[in-house]
């Protein structure tokens, strides 16, 4: 390939062609497995979610509609949350796609959450919930997540006393990516982890992945993604490092706060002793029971 030329309206242009050279290595490096490439490889592309989505699901009817990624919805009580990919097929039902490359980023509580923020984006004041659509939140996962060494986990609510389906709507798969079997979906896994094109299974993923990493525009593109992205992940962690120091300082404070208090509070004890019973500053200290280390501290405060 030759080098890379940024064009003006890049976001973010090369330091230099060391820097350059090296984002390109990444970007040829990355699998569908990097969330970063997993969005761009995904956008707009109703084909190519299309074809996942039906190998998941074990079915061959369905059809999407709609793909977006880095889907935000916001919330103005809490914490609001980042769609790698949401896609909608012909029925109306939505999935939510995660690739996860390290296990705490599919915790149970997560998708609890995701599925709680698809429903928050639908219903308004008096709408009925029979509006609310089938969803289903997706992770794919590098590991065996939840570790009973089955290839796919399908996470639904029950009925424990009776043992029936809890028909909410609302589902939970997780993919195990260490499943490399001669299966649809265990070829799948192999070609979410393979970086070349020439080695993967499908030719439509295939085709894809040569395009976003053969063509300069292309290539470009996502040199500036993965550096838009590592900026500000870079800026975030800078951000909940200032809010770690804040918290500390905060407690540190606290702390000094309620030593001087306690402080104050044992020397008060001690005058009182001492005027009450003409007691000695030692013998004071001495019944209060405050440690002989500490005797020449309160002595020169009296």
Known sequence: MKTVNNNANSPLLPKDDAHWQRLIARVQAMTLMDDIFFNCFMEDD???????????????????ISVKTQYAVP???????????????????????????????????????????????????????????ETY?????????????????????????LGVKFDDMAHIIYVNGENKSDTPLGRLMQDFQNADPAKMHSRLLADKMKHLKSLDEE?????????EYVAERMAEA?????????????????RVK?????????????????????????????????????????????
């Not at 997540?145 to 639904?156: S, T």
């Not at 290539?219 to 550096?227: A, Y």
């Not at 402080?263 to 002989?292: F, Q, R, V, Y």
């Open 238 to 254: 800078k951000a909940e490092l200032a809010k770690a120091e804040a918290a500390r300082a905060e407690s540190e404070a606290a």
């Open 46 to 64: 109703t084909a190519a979610m299309q074809y996942v989505l039906n190998i998941i699901m074990e079915r061959h009817d369905l059809k999407v």
């Open 137 to 161: 939140v997706i992770f794919i996962t590098a590991k065996d997540v939840l570790g009973y060494g089955l290839p796919i986990y399908h996470i639904d609510r029950h009925i424990n006393e």
């Open 75 to 133: 919330n103005i009580y809490g914490r609001g949350v980042r769609f790698d990919v949401l896609a909608i097929d012909q029925y109306g039902n939505e999935y939510n796609f995660e690739v996860q490359n390290v296990s705490s980023g599919a915790a149970p509580k997560r998708a609890r959450y995701n599925i709680d923020m698809l429903d928050l984006r639908h219903l308004k004041a008096g709408d009925d919930f029979d509006d609310l659509p």
């Open 219 to 227: 290539v470009c593109k996502m040199c500036n993604i993965v550096e």
């Open 258 to 302: 309620a030593e001087e208090k306690a402080a104050t509070s044992k020397l008060d004890s001690i005058k009182n002793l001492m005027k009450n019973t003409h007691w000695s500053a030692e013998k004071a200290m001495e019944a209060i029971g405050i440690p002989k280390s500490d005797y020449t501290q309160y002595l020169a405060l009296l």
